[in-house]
C-alpha cells in the first residue's frame, strides 16, 4: 500500500553542524506535507509543513525540500543544538487524515 | 490555554479488562482524533472525529470504541483489552482544514 516513510531510522550529527532528516512517500496524489518533532515522553510538535506546489519552505533554522518528480521530502536543520535531539517524523495528508513515516531518531554529539 | 489534555498517563491492565481514555481540547477544535505510537512503527490513526457528533474508523480501529461527548471531549474505550493494545496513545485535534494536528502528552497503557 502506499506509504509515508523515512530513509533512515537514526541520525547523530555533531552540535553545531546541518542535519539532514530524509523521507520518501509513495502517494503521489499527496499535496501536502509536514514535519513533526517528538522529544522523549512528549508528544509530536508542528515543526514546518509545504503544499505540493512548492518547492522549498524556509523556517527558523528548519528548510524543508519537497521533490516531486522522486518523491522525496526532507528536513534541513541548521546549526544543530543540543535541543534538537528527538524523533522526527515526516506526514502526509490525505482527506483531512495524516499519516506518519517510521520516523527518525537524531542524537547531538556535544 | 492547556491545549489537549489526556488521562491518565499511565495505565496497567489485565487481559480482558476495559477501559477509557479521556481527552479534552481547550481550543474550540472541530476535528479530534487518536493515534497509537508503536516502537519502530510511527503513529497510526484509530479513530477520528470531523466534528462533534461524527467519528470514523481509522487505519487501526479494531478493538477499540470513540465517543465525542461535546465538541471539547473525545474519549477513547478498549472493551477487552489485550496484549497487542500495549501501546502510546495519542489524542490530538486541529481545525480540520490545516494539517497542524496539537498533540496531548499522550498515555501509556500496557495490558499483562
Known amino acids: 500500500g502506499e506509504s509515508v516513510g523515512l530513509h533512515l531510522p537514526t541520525l547523530s550529527v555533531q552540535e553545531g553542524d546541518n542535519s539532514i532528516i530524509n523521507c520518501a512517500y509513495s502517494n503521489s496524489a499527496s499535496d501536502y506535507f509536514i514535519w513533526y518533532k517528538q522529544e522523549s515522553g512528549k508528544g509530536p510538535q508542528f515543526i514546518i509543513d509545504i503544499r505540493s506546489n512548492m518547492d522549498k519552505r524556509q523556517g527558523q533554522r528548519v528548510t524543508v525540500l519537497l521533490n516531486k518528480t522522486v518523491k522525496h521530502l526532507s528536513l534541513q536543520i541548521a546549526a544543530t543544538q543540543p535541543g534538537d535531539s528527538a524523533v522526527y517524523f515526516c506526514?502526509?495528508?490525505?482527506?483531512?487524515?495524516?499519516?506518519f513515516g517510521a520516523g527518525t531518531t537524531v542524537t547531538v554529539r556535544a | 490555554n492547556a491545549g489537549v489534555t489526556q488521562t491518565p498517563k499511565f495505565q496497567v491492565l489485565k487481559t480482558g479488562q476495559s477501559m477509557t481514555l479521556q481527552c479534552a481540547q481547550d481550543m474550540n477544535h472541530n476535528s479530534m482524533y487518536w493515534y497509537r505510537q508503536d516502537p519502530g512503527m510511527g503513529l497510526r490513526l484509530i479513530y477520528y472525529?470531523?466534528?462533534?457528533?461524527?467519528?470514523d474508523k481509522g487505519e487501526v480501529p479494531n478493538g477499540y470504541n470513540v465517543s465525542r461527548l461535546n465538541k471539547r471531549e473525545f474519549s477513547l474505550r478498549l472493551e477487552s483489552a489485550a496484549p497487542s493494545q500495549t501501546s502510546v496513545y495519542f489524542c490530538a485535534s486541529n481545525e480540520g482544514e490545516t494539517g497542524e494536528l496539537f498533540f496531548g502528552e499522550g498515555s501509556r497503557l500496557t495490558v499483562l
Open positions: 506526514a502526509e495528508i490525505n482527506d483531512y487524515k495524516l499519516s
Open positions: 472525529s470531523a466534528s462533534e457528533g461524527t467519528t
